[in-house]
């Protein structure tokens, strides 16, 4: 049996934690106040789409758009009450540390639960094992079930001694999406993590995607290879057999360092402070349990320095506690908030501004088209409408005319290749009559060759002139949306650096 060591030492240690919690009104109510500003800031992008019509596809991804912010604002108070039954684990310990026992499928974690749970009652410690269901927790006599989590949705835990919990879940890749829902909606709860991954394939690179948001919560987290041991050839009575040894020490060490610096290339990767992650341990439950305990091969096991690593994490997780109830709203507001509104609407802003792009560029061809179309329009018919008034020389008629024509053909036209805009005010066509201009007589023949060549050129002017402001107005309309987007992604960056302080100065308590 086991007895001193590292082991009595950290039960000595865990006797002194004080759970005491820092004055955290300020920054909640910061917190808070970036929560209303976001929401008003958000409601207050316009996306005016009054000069477009209802069924154009600029109007409807505009609207979708919308719809997405408003639905995201809808729900941030039904995601924050979904996380009131991690909060209720933590409100039933508040006076303890609690650590997550982390891993995938058949990484051992009940199993370890359960060692560390039989050293604490060997040392006379206090011991109560429970299960939460329903959202509450229930006690109970019965030892968690090895391998229990895996298959059901049930989550299960130990109190060590007075000031220490662990709480054993379903693994991030368990066999349910049930059990990862589940192990997701007590993540908050924990103060630190314990990650353990089984010594046949230690720290998995898509763990370490897993764990990264923990990482990012601040949670100290320390790595555990379990099952270190390996089957060997043994002589015993004269007759060959296997039996369990421990690896050996050079190998764990070669494993701990590999799981060490694999992790902290991912973590680097992925812009998290690698000073979280707690150099890993190697252990073997089944030698320590094969040996009942005893000191000799606890040792050998690695459950000496496992213990003295927990030690070390005890203080930063406590750290966390005492800041607990911010950084739960903090961890909110990042991931149910800001990161999912960005994930929401960000495949959506790209499609809107796919379609500004395009119907920008459509502009100036629509332009050029809607100007050949009026002008094929009226000058076929010029020359008889100068010959019409040739015995009248009448210029003001002639203007007239044109203007009326110009208008008419303008309307027409810009109908098909502008169907997706309203165009609210059109601008009016008004050729003016120059006086040196007139009618020609040569050889006492009313001619008009001069005056048509003056119109043509006035007709084209009035024409690139009238289709710019036209075209000027459906610009303005997309600048204007295109305004828009952007003003929502520079408010979702800076309201993603002002988050960003407010998490470095929570965690300066």
């Avoid at 209303?36 to 992008?45: D, F, G, K, P």
């Avoid at 720290?203 to 099952?227: D, S, Y």
């Avoid at 929502?488 to 407010?502: E, F, I, K, R, S």
Wanted: glycine fraction near 4%; include cysteine.
């Amino acid at each position: 049996m086991t007895s001193g060591g590292q082991l009595q030492h950290f039960i000595e240690q865990t006797h002194q934690i004080t759970a005491s919690q820092s004055d955290l009104s300020s920054i909640l109510n910061h917190l808070q106040l970036w929560r209303q500003q976001l929401a008003r800031a958000l409601t207050s992008i316009s996306f005016d789409v009054n000069a477009l019509q209802p069924t154009s596809t600029l109007s409807k991804q505009v609207a979708l758009i919308k719809g997405q912010v408003a639905e995201q604002i809808q729900l941030w108070d039904v995601k924050w009450s979904e996380l009131a039954a991690a909060q209720s684990v933590a409100d039933a310990f508040s006076d303890k540390v609690i650590l997550l026992v982390f891993g995938k499928f058949n990484a051992g974690k009940s199993s370890l639960c359960n060692l560390l749970a039989e050293c604490f009652d060997r040392q006379g410690q206090d011991v109560r094992y429970f299960y939460v269901q329903n959202d509450q927790i229930h006690y109970t006599e019965t030892l968690l079930r090895e391998g229990a989590t895996e298959t059901t949705a049930q989550l299960q835990g130990v109190c060590l001694g007075e000031r220490l919990v662990l709480l054993d879940t379903p693994g991030l890749h368990s066999a349910t999406a049930e059990n990862a829902a589940l192990t997701q909606r007590f993540i908050d709860s924990a103060d630190g993590v314990l990650w353990l991954s089984s010594s046949t394939s230690p720290g998995q690179v898509q763990e370490l995607h897993a764990l990264a948001r923990e990482l990012k919560r601040h949670k100290p987290l320390f790595p555990i290879i379990t099952r270190s041991d390996q089957v060997e050839e043994d002589e015993v009575d004269g007759e060959i057999c296997t039996v369990l040894c421990n690896k050996p020490l050079s190998q764990r060490a070669l494993q701990e360092a590999d799981v060490k610096a694999r992790a902290e290339d991912k973590l680097r990767e992925m812009a998290v402070d690698v000073h979280l992650l707690k150099p890993p341990v190697s252990v073997s439950t089944q030698m320590a349990r094969q040996a009942d305990l005893d000191q000799k091969a606890m040792t050998e096991a690695g459950f000496e320095r496992l213990f003295a690593s927990l030690l070390e994490m005890i203080q930063p997780a406590l750290r966390y506690k005492q800041r607990k109830p911010a950084e739960v709203f903090l961890h909110h507001l990042q991931e149910q908030v800001l990161e999912t509104l960005v994930q929401q609407i960000q495949p959506v802003s790209d499609q809107l501004q796919t379609c500004l792009d395009h119907m920008q560029t459509a502009l100036l061809q629509q332009q050029r088209r809607i100007a050949e179309d009026v002008w094929k329009s009226v000058l076929p018919e010029l020359p008889q409408l100068l010959e019409q008034h040739a015995s009248t020389q009448a210029i003001d008629q002639v203007y007239t005319t044109l203007n009326q024509w110009l208008a008419e053909a303008r309307d027409q036209h810009i109908q098909q290749p502008l169907a997706d805009y309203r165009l609210h005010t059109m601008p009016q066509i008004q050729l003016e009559a120059h006086p040196y201009l007139s009618y020609e007589r040569v050889a006492g023949i009313v001619t008009h060759d001069r005056l048509y060549a003056e119109l043509c050129r006035q007709i084209n002017d009035a024409i690139k002139h009238d289709t710019d402001q036209v075209i000027s107005q459906c610009e303005q309309q997309l600048n204007s949306i295109e305004q828009n987007l952007q003003q929502l992604q520079a408010l979702l960056v800076a309201q993603g650096n002002d988050l960003n302080t407010l998490a470095s100065d929570l965690r300066q308590y």
